[in-house]
């Protein structure tokens, strides 16, 4: 089954700087990449996604990669700022019935 | 358009009694998945199911678990004889299943479960 390794574990950075998230993923045939933040005791949001037929995708402050050679997709968030503070998860989906595989989250602290 | 609903939000119980968690899912969804969280953990799939059919229930264990998700009604995730190691939150999640965004998956709020 499909296996996906998340980078780095804890993440803290200033407000202002650049923050970024590294996935990687095992199985070849998967093709829908979605990246979700949860903040303490709320549930999991969407906050932006991605498909194999294209490299790249960016939504004001974020911005989403995807490699499909290298089997690698990373998270880019800009000017981040303390409200940015939250878990954020990557995830990857083969076709037909597969269902979402999860990384291990991602901690990511914006100190004022 | 009101999102995924679950309820109960908290649900305490001894150790050996059952849990029931229901999930209703976005309108025009079909699609429904059932994920459990540990504290500082990731989401770990237990089922998914579309109306009155299991799609894959590979995450969940075989015994004491059982989802459905019946042609009326919301989607049950039912739980027998819970052990502590069941507390965990548990989310659902629903897809419309169908069309360019059929693969999106929006999340409920969770049902926190406290085993004694």
């Known amino acids: 089954g499909e296996n996906v390794e998340q980078h780095p574990s804890t993440l803290s950075v200033q407000e202002g700087d650049s923050a970024v998230i590294k996935c990687t993923y095992s199985?070849?045939?998967?093709?829908?990449f979605p990246w979700y933040k949860q903040e303490l005791g709320k549930r999991p949001q969407l906050i932006i996604d991605?498909?194999?037929?294209?490299g790249e995708k960016k939504d004001q402050r974020i911005a989403v990669t995807l490699n499909k050679t290298a089997k690698h997709f990373s998270l880019h968030i800009t000017e981040t700022q303390p409200e940015d503070s939250a878990v954020y998860f990557c995830a990857a989906k083969g076709s037909g019935y597969s269902t979402l595989t999860f990384g291990k989250g991602t901690m990511l602290l914006v100190s004022p | 358009n009101a999102g995924v609903m679950q309820n109960p939000r908290h649900l305490v119980r001894r150790r050996g009694q059952e849990a029931r968690l229901r999930c209703s899912p976005m309108k025009g969804h079909s699609h429904v998945y059932w994920y459990r969280q540990l504290p500082e953990e990731g989401l770990k799939f237990m089922v998914y199911l579309q109306k009155e059919n299991i799609i894959d229930e590979s995450g969940m264990p075989k015994e004491r678990f059982s989802a459905e998700f019946p042609k009326e009604g919301p989607s049950i995730l039912r739980i027998q004889q819970v052990v502590r190691g069941d507390s965990a939150a548990y989310f659902c999640a629903s897809s419309p299943g169908m069309g360019q965004r059929g693969d999106t998956q929006y999340f409920g709020p969770g049902t926190r479960l406290t085993v004694l």
């Open positions: 991605i498909r194999s037929n294209v």
């Open positions: 199985d070849s045939a998967s093709n829908y």
